[in-house]
Structure formats: C-alpha cells, structure tokens
C-alpha cells in the first residue's frame, strides 16, 4: 500500500495507524530508502510505501502464567 503524507505527520503513527502495533518504523525505513532525511514530522506530499508487515516475534511466557 501507498500512503502519502499529510503535513505534520510522524512516522511512528502513521506504522501504528496502518498496522495497528508499534515497532514496524525501522522496517518501513527500510523499505523507503531517504524517508528519514525529511525529519520527525514528515512534510505533506511524500509517498510513503508501507508493505505487508513481517508477522510479529512470538513472545517468551512465564512456566507461571
């Protein structure tokens, strides 16, 4: 998916809006090679790609749960 920016977004909430969990910001860097030179708060009109998310690392459970 193609997702262009709207002034004063942030990265790590457009990741959370469209995958609905944090920690995807380094992967969708990644994948847009230069998205990180425009700063924190993105400027309007850049394309953003966001591609279909790694399934998420499994999580260790206690013996005691």
Do not use: W
């Amino acid at each position: 998916m193609k997702y262009r920016s709207k002034q004063g977004d942030v990265l790590d909430a457009v990741c959370f809006e469209h995958y609905g969990r944090e920690g995807l910001t380094e992967f969708v860097l990644q994948e847009n090679h230069g998205l990180a030179d425009h700063g924190a708060v993105l400027p309007s009109g850049i394309l953003i790609q966001l591609p279909d998310a790694p399934p998420p690392k499994p999580t260790l459970q206690s013996l005691f749960d």
